[in-house]
């Protein structure tokens, strides 16, 4: 049972517009959502988080919309670079897991940004 | 330079042989992870450690082994009983405290079959 969903292995974007990378998961205990990046042959590198009491998170280029209801995050880059060019991993943390730092993860998406 | 060292890099393992997978972390944190990626899935938890003598099993233990006698090495066994060994696997380790502390990963060990 797949509790973390990412159903679009990949994405193309033209460079200098935005990516939207979309993440949906079903359990209702999950407080805390990350997005990690990771290229070939290296380990994720962490990017961005959100709370569950927030719907919008910012850090420079990148901005996660959690939007509870729908059960559905999403991260967006702008303006996407080529350098943004990897796999996008959403993850998870359930309520009272925070302690013990585990995370659920999705299927990943894979990003390309043309130049 | 602070960070997590996995070796090696790539392992061959032989059908009915153990091996041990090495994660070594000098950013004194408290939590080690092992996690399994597959083509096209996510990264799955094999086993887990929040303090030095302690671990858990997470989602996908059947067939490894782990220890955790000192804070910065968490090795993994595979052991002849994983039926499907053939994986990418990522070390991770973070501080206590929450979700303002993420996960810090290494740079994974690519194991197959021979």
């Known amino acids: 049972d797949q509790q973390v969903k990412q159903n679009s292995p990949s994405l193309s974007v033209q460079e200098g517009r935005i990516s939207i990378l979309n993440c949906d998961y079903t359990?209702?205990?999950?407080?805390?959502f990350l997005w990690y990046k990771k290229y070939p042959a290296e380990g994720p590198t962490f990017l961005i988080s959100?709370?569950?009491?927030?719907d919008k998170n910012e850090d420079g280029r990148f901005t996660v919309f959690l939007n509870k209801s729908a059960k559905h995050l999403s991260l967006h880059i702008v303006p996407s670079q080529p350098g943004d060019s990897a796999v996008y991993f959403c993850?998870?943390?359930?309520?009272?897991?925070?302690?013990?730092?585990?995370?659920?993860f999705g299927q990943g998406t894979t990003l390309q940004v043309k130049p | 330079d602070g960070g997590i060292t996995q070796s090696p890099k790539y392992l061959f393992r032989k059908e009915g042989q153990n091996v041990t997978l090495s994660c070594e972390q000098n950013?004194?944190?408290?939590?080690m992870y092992w996690y399994r990626q597959d083509p096209g899935q996510g990264l799955r938890l094999i086993y887990y450690?929040?303090?030095?003598?302690?671990?858990q099993k997470g989602d996908i233990a059947e067939g490894y082994s782990v220890s955790r006698e000192k804070k910065e090495s968490f090795p993994l066994t595979v052991t002849s009983a994983q039926k499907n060994p053939t994986a990418f696997y990522l070390c991770?380790?973070?501080?206590?405290?929450?979700?303002?502390?993420?996960?810090?990963f290494g740079d994974g060990t690519r194991l197959s079959i021979l």
């Open positions: 991770a380790s973070k501080e206590q405290g929450g979700w303002t502390q993420p996960q810090h």
């Open positions: 359990n209702s205990m999950f407080d805390y």
């Open positions: 959100i709370s569950s009491i927030k």
């Open positions: 993850a998870a943390s359930a309520r009272g897991s925070s302690n013990t730092g585990k995370l659920i």
């Open positions: 950013l004194n944190h408290d939590a």
């Open positions: 450690s929040q303090i030095v003598n302690d671990f």
